[in-house]
């Protein structure tokens, strides 16, 4: 078996992805956490975008970019979260390449300054939510994006969906409760032992500390 190192910064989504295809895949790996306002030189050398998340496998290959890890985790290590049917892996990627435009919706909330922006901000979360609500729809049962079997849709979606839960408890947002098959998704992969890296209060605790952090609108709206 390879060895396997994730290189994280502890609340970052990106990295949330990949680690959650890892323990999906119940392979072990080292999980390293290094501060995004000192990035070690030897984590430089390995990481074309200076970013996280980087998997480092048996000290020799580099990968880089949540979604090539994801594709690669899940080429190489069984279970096979892809579906085997080539129409729905397609319509799979469609919805992974989604995700930038989804996560940037979400996480914009954190990064406005005042609450005129903040409110622009809130109200743009209905056309991506009502997007996955359709696709929801057709895709037909849960829990999961594809029914009963898990895939990288969920792996990929889980970390920006328990963002959201982390700001709706911040200020409430009242928007995921008009979208119930979102709703139901979103629960079921809170719900899923894989989606955590740290145990949930700890981890609502380390993102509300780095929501305060920022100086930002919702900096001031978290309490200490
Ligand atoms: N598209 C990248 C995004 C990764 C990313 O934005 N990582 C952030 C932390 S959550 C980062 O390393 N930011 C540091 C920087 O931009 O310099 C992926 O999917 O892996």
Same mark, same amino acid.
């Given at each position: 078996m390879a060895k396997y190192l994730l290189v994280s910064f502890e609340t970052c989504p990106w990295v949330q992805r990949a680690a959650i295809v890892l323990r999906e895949k119940k392979v072990a790996f080292e999980f390293r956490h290094i501060a995004r306002d000192n990035r070690p030189d030897w984590f430089l050398a390995i990481s074309p975008h200076k970013k996280v998340p980087v998997l480092r496998i048996d000290d020799r290959v580099s990968l880089f970019e949540s979604n090539a890890i994801a594709e690669y985790l899940d080429e190489t290590?069984?279970?096979?979260?892809?579906?085997?049917?080539p129409v729905l892996r397609a319509t799979n990627r469609a919805w992974t390449d989604y995700l930038p435009t989804f996560a940037e919706t979400i996480s914009a909330l954190g990064y406005v300054d005042d609450e005129e922006r903040y409110d622009k901000a809130v109200a743009k979360i209905p056309v991506p939510f009502e997007r996955l609500e359709g696709a929801l729809e057709r895709q037909g049962k849960g829990p999961y994006f594809n029914g009963a079997a898990y895939s990288l849709v969920d792996a990929a979606y889980a970390p920006f969906l328990q963002r959201y839960a982390f700001l709706d408890r911040i200020?409430?947002? =009242?928007?995921?409760?008009?979208?119930p098959r979102l709703k139901a998704w979103s629960e079921a992969l809170l719900a899923r032992p894989s989606t955590h890296s740290f145990p949930a209060p700890e981890f609502e605790r380390l993102y509300r500390q780095n929501v305060r952090g920022r =100086?930002?609108?919702l900096s001031g709206l978290v309490a200490a």
């Open positions: 290590l069984a279970p096979r979260l892809h579906p085997e049917d200020k409430p947002l =009242g928007h995921l409760e008009r979208f =100086g930002k609108y």
